[in-house]
């Protein structure tokens, strides 16, 4: 009924690094039945760092096992069973991946036992499997190896469901919300599993074939399996019962599939994406120049004839950055709408703004400052190509800002990138830039790495 697993690996990213050790526990749900137990051989070397944690050393794995030549006993032990882990997405990706690898589609039930016991075990101060299992006494033969942790998980995981014994009086309430519940009869559940574990955007369709809604997420299969389960709220539940068709859109980059989304939100105006159709940035800095020439500045909420030089998510947000600018830039709070006088600003008054609100300092020193506060806004590369990930090996996905400006995006071969950028240019296909999507861009590459930056 349950196949109870934990892994070691080279690293922390399941796109990139192997899995070393792997040990599966199989459980009827009152005791251990059967258990595999094995180091893999990662085909990579091990960094020191993953040593110093787990203890397995490059010398340990290397007449160990390759992933492939294990594949089948996974498939064997784990078909059928509910995939049960502590934080069990990252035991999973990893495993999916390898899978993947090898051109197997690998897809279980999951029960994830952190969740779980935040769910039946509330009140502890971490829920981490060292953290945990000292509160509860539960001993960890050989942390950070797969079998010990594994173990540990098993303990852990009869400890749930005997607390959910206690709480539900049933055995089966321990599933209940990992199961797919009071759909759509129009809905075809076989399609749920051709969903991919990748990025892109996802559409709901109602009986009538009305776009009901529009997302996007780093993990489609995920995300969607998410919504088909949501008791949290009466919309929630409310837009799970229409959802009578699916359909996907794989994008590759998480970049394409933000972009992509805000667009289609604003073009079809899906009824349960109210709250997204108007821009998630309804704030902005704005900036203009007064009769004596100075370059003021002010904030304010969004409308359709001013056009911010920045946008944010909240009134706070927009004059926590006014007030920052004023400080990095020596910039008068008057002329930033944020002191409201007749004379001289505060700041003035204190030694800190040089007196171009009373004329005594010159428009243009004055100036100087503040388009270089102006600046912060704009890309730091006029013209240039976003390259990222594609929706496989052989492609990428391109983002075109031109003077600053987004232009739109689009896929190529990279194979076909020997005669320089024409391949890139060629493929974009034109889109409108608007405050949103600005928001979008900036935000991202702001916290997010991509392949690279081509400038043109």
Same mark, same amino acid.
């Given at each position: 009924m349950y196949a109870i697993i934990d892994i070691e690996t080279t690293g922390g990213s399941a796109r990139i690094e192997k899995i070393t050790e792997i040990a599966i526990y199989i459980h009827d749900g009152n005791q251990i039945t059967g258990e595999f137990?094995?180091?893999?051989?990662?085909? *990579?070397?091990?960094?020191?760092?993953?040593?110093?944690? +787990?203890?397995? +050393?490059n010398e340990m794995v290397e007449d160990a096992p390759r992933f492939y030549e294990i594949a089948k006993q996974i498939v064997e032990l784990t078909e059928g069973r509910t995939f049960v882990a502590h934080n069990a997405r990252f035991d999973y990706s990893f495993?999916?991946?390898?899978?993947?690898?090898?051109?197997?589609?690998?897809? &279980?039930?999951?029960?994830? +036992?952190v969740a779980l016991s935040r769910k039946l075990l509330p009140g502890h101060k971490s829920y981490s499997l060292g953290n945990i299992c000292n509160d509860l006494r539960i001993s960890i033969n050989g942390r950070h190896r797969a079998s010990g942790d594994a173990l540990a998980t098993v303990k852990l995981f009869e400890i749930?469901? $005997?607390?959910? &014994?206690?709480?539900?009086?049933?055995?089966?309430?321990?599933?209940?919300?990992?199961?797919?519940?009071?759909?759509?009869?129009?809905?075809?559940?076989?399609k749920l599993d051709k969903i991919p574990d990748e990025p892109g955007v996802y559409y709901f369709y109602n009986e009538n074939g009305d776009l009901i809604y529009i997302g996007k997420s780093r993990n489609l299969s995920q995300r969607v399996s998410t919504h088909l389960s949501n008791n949290s709220t009466n919309r929630a539940m409310e837009m799970r019962d229409q959802i009578a068709d699916i359909d996907w859109e794989r994008t590759g980059s998480e970049?394409?599939?933000?972009?992509?989304?805000?667009? $289609?939100?604003?073009?079809?105006?899906?009824?349960?994406? *109210?709250?997204q159709r108007r821009s998630g940035f309804q704030w902005g800095i704005f900036r203009f120049t007064d009769t004596n020439g100075y370059i003021n500045y002010r904030y304010g909420q969004l409308n359709n004839d001013d056009l911010p030089v920045s946008v944010f998510t909240s009134k706070e947000k927009t004059k926590s950055k006014l007030n920052s600018l004023v400080e990095t830039y020596s910039l008068c709070q008057k002329l930033s709408g944020l002191y409201e006088t007749d004379?001289?600003?505060?700041?003035?008054?204190?030694?800190?703004?040089?007196?171009?609100?009373?004329?005594?300092?010159?428009?243009?020193?004055?100036?100087? *400052?503040?388009?270089?506060?102006?600046?912060?806004?704009?890309?730091?590369?006029r013209n240039f190509f976003i390259i990222d990930r594609g929706r496989d090996k052989e492609e990428r996905c391109a983002v075109k800002i031109v003077n600053g400006k987004y232009s739109g995006f689009g896929y190529f071969n990279i194979n076909d990138m020997g005669f320089g950028l024409s391949a890139v240019h060629d493929c974009i296909v034109q889109s409108i830039d608007n405050h949103d999507i600005q928001g979008i861009l900036k935000q991202y590459l702001k916290i997010n790495r991509v392949e690279k930056i081509i400038e043109f």
């Open positions: 137990v094995s180091l893999v051989n990662p085909e *990579r070397n091990i960094p020191y760092f993953i040593t110093n944690l +787990t203890g397995i +050393t495993i999916r991946e390898e899978f993947k690898s090898l051109g197997f589609n690998f897809r &279980r039930s999951i029960l994830d +036992t749930l469901m $005997e607390k959910d &014994r206690e709480v539900n009086g049933s055995k089966e309430a321990l599933m209940k919300n990992t199961k797919v519940s009071k759909l759509n009869p129009k809905l075809d559940i076989s970049l394409i599939a933000l972009l992509k989304e805000s667009y $289609e939100i604003k073009l079809n105006k899906p009824v349960y994406n *109210r709250l004379g001289a600003c505060f700041h003035y008054q204190v030694g800190i703004c040089h007196g171009a609100c009373i004329g005594k300092e010159s428009a243009e020193a004055y100036n100087e *400052r503040a388009i270089k506060a102006t600046e912060e806004f704009i890309f730091s590369r």
